[in-house]
């Protein structure tokens, strides 16, 4: 049973313009949300979070935006540069317990 | 954030052999993870692996097949036993920073089983 769900496999993007990488979630019980960015022969590296006591989270380029009624968390790249090209996963989790739930993931391409 | 390293990064193995992947931490940690992740897949946690205490292990992953090891708070081992090439996977360890609930990955290590 798949509780975190990225439904786009790939995003094409330009270089410059907004990368939006959504992700969806089934149970109402996570409350922390991640989103992990990894290049192909390395491990995934973190890249930005939220609580779900906040509906945005912004560093830098990156804005995370969660909607509890909805379920769906997304994330903002902008402006895109190429060296974004990576997969991203999305992860959900319970504060008080470890374990990690991830996405598929969405592999992204910026071109130049 | 903490420093992982694996070894080996990759292999090419033979059905019905074990690998052992090490997993290393520059800084001591309660807990350690172990994930695989399959083609195209997501990633999926096989065990947490608490220093001093038999891994616990997700759903569909057994001690027989993967059993791991961690005898120190900076070091663990998962192995991956009498292998068939649906084990073909890359497997991940990763830490968890208890303050920022956050986890930390490895390099992985790319297993191919022929």
């Known amino acids: 049973d798949q509780q975190v769900k990225q439904n786009s496999p790939s995003l094409s993007v330009q270089e410059g313009r907004i990368s939006i990488l959504n992700c969806d979630y089934t149970?109402?019980?996570?409350?922390?949300f991640l989103w992990y960015k990894k290049y192909p022969a390395e491990g995934p590296t973190f890249l930005i979070s939220?609580?779900?006591?906040?509906d945005k989270n912004e560093d830098g380029r990156f804005t995370v935006f969660l909607n509890k009624s909805a379920k769906h968390l997304s994330l903002h790249i902008v402006p895109s540069q190429p060296g974004d090209s990576a997969v991203y996963f999305c992860a959900a989790r319970r504060y008080n317990f470890n374990k990690f739930y991830f996405g598929s993931g969405t592999k992204l391409n910026v071109k130049p | 954030s903490a420093v992982i390293s694996q070894k080996p990064s990759r292999d090419i193995c033979q059905r019905g052999t074990s690998l052992t992947i090490q997993c290393q931490v520059d800084s001591q940690v309660t807990m350690m993870f172990w994930y695989r992740q399959q083609p195209g897949q997501s990633l999926t946690l096989i065990a947490t692996a608490n220093q001093g205490s038999e891994a616990t292990y997700e759903s569909g992953f057994v001690i027989d097949k993967f059993p791991i090891s961690r005898p120190n708070l900076t070091f663990s081992t998962l192995t991956v036993s009498n292998m068939s090439p649906e084990d073909s996977s890359i497997y991940l360890c990763?830490?968890?920073?208890?303050?920022?609930?956050?986890?930390?990955f490895g390099p992985g290590t790319r297993l191919t089983v022929t």
């Open positions: 990763s830490v968890e920073d208890a303050l920022n609930y956050e986890q930390y």
């Open positions: 149970n109402s019980m996570f409350d922390y």
């Open positions: 939220i609580s779900s006591i906040k």
